[in-house]
C-alpha cells in the first residue's frame, strides 16, 4: 500500500492541508507542536478510527484559543492510496456536528456527532467501510509496521506475549520443568492442572480465607 495523496480539513486544528507524494518516499519535517504527528493520527483515524496512540476517544475538533471546539465545523480527511496489485482507492471520513431543533423551539442545539464514510466517492455505511480496510490492512500488523512505539507502549502484554510466541514457538510447562532441578516437584503439585489454572486456584482460596 502507497499513499498517493493525503488531505485534512480542519482536523485538529489543521485548516486545510494537502501532501501528494505520488506513492513516493517522502520525509515531513517540522518544529515540535506544528502537526507532524497530526498528519500520522490523521491517516489512522481514516483507516481504523483511532489515531496514532490507539485512542477512539481523542479529540478531532478544530480548538480555539480558549480550548474549546469551533463549531458548525466539518472535520474530514481523505487518501487516495495505490494497492499492492496496482490499483487506486479513494478513502474519506466526514466527522460533523448534528443540530436538532426541538418542537417549539426557534434555535437547533447540539445533540451529538455523525460520521460520514465514503469508498471512491460512494457514501457507505461504517460496516461496509470497515471490512473494506480490512482486505487492505490488517490493523495490527499495519501499527506494528508504522509505528516503533506499538509494540512496547501501546499493545496490551497479553498480546505482545502473543505475538512472540506465534513467532518464536511456545515452551510447554514440562520442558521448563525439566531445565530447572528447583522445580522438580512442580508436576507433582500441578497434578493436571496448567500453570495458569494452578494459579487462579490459588487466587481463588486466597480470596476464600480473607473473607
Request: with cysteine; proline share 2%.
Amino acid at each position: 500500500m502507497k499513499i498517493k495523496s493525503l488531505i485534512l480539513r480542519n482536523f485538529k486544528g489543521i485548516r486545510n492541508f494537502e501532501l501528494n507524494t505520488d506513492g513516493k518516499d517522502v520525509s515531513i519535517m517540522g518544529d515540535n507542536a506544528s502537526g507532524k504527528t497530526s498528519l500520522f493520527d490523521s491517516f489512522t483515524w481514516l483507516l481504523f478510527g483511532k489515531d496514532s496512540l490507539n485512542r477512539a476517544d481523542f479529540e478531532i475538533k478544530t480548538l480555539k484559543p480558549d480550548g474549546k471546539p469551533e463549531h458548525g465545523l466539518e472535520h474530514s480527511v481523505e487518501a487516495i492510496l495505490q494497492l499492492e496489485d496496482g490499483s487506486q482507492i479513494a478513502l474519506k471520513k466526514v466527522f460533523r456536528e448534528k443540530w436538532t431543533k426541538k418542537k417549539g423551539s426557534a434555535t437547533a442545539t447540539f445533540t451529538g456527532h455523525t460520521t460520514d464514510y465514503f469508498i471512491d466517492g460512494v457514501p457507505v455505511q461504517k460496516k461496509e467501510y470497515d471490512a473494506r480496510i480490512a482486505e487492505i490492512a490488517d490493523e495490527n500488523i499495519f501499527r506494528l509496521l508504522t509505528d516503533p512505539r506499538y509494540f512496547n507502549e501501546i499493545m496490551h502484554w497479553t498480546d505482545r506475549r502473543k505475538l512472540l510466541l506465534e513467532v518464536c514457538g511456545d515452551v510447554s510447562d514440562q520442558e521448563v520443568v525439566s531445565s530447572n532441578n528447583g522445580l522438580s516437584r512442580l508436576a507433582e503439585i500441578l497434578g493436571k492442572r496448567t500453570i495458569e489454572q494452578h494459579r487462579k486456584v490459588i487466587l481463588a482460596r486466597r480470596a476464600e480465607i480473607n473473607r
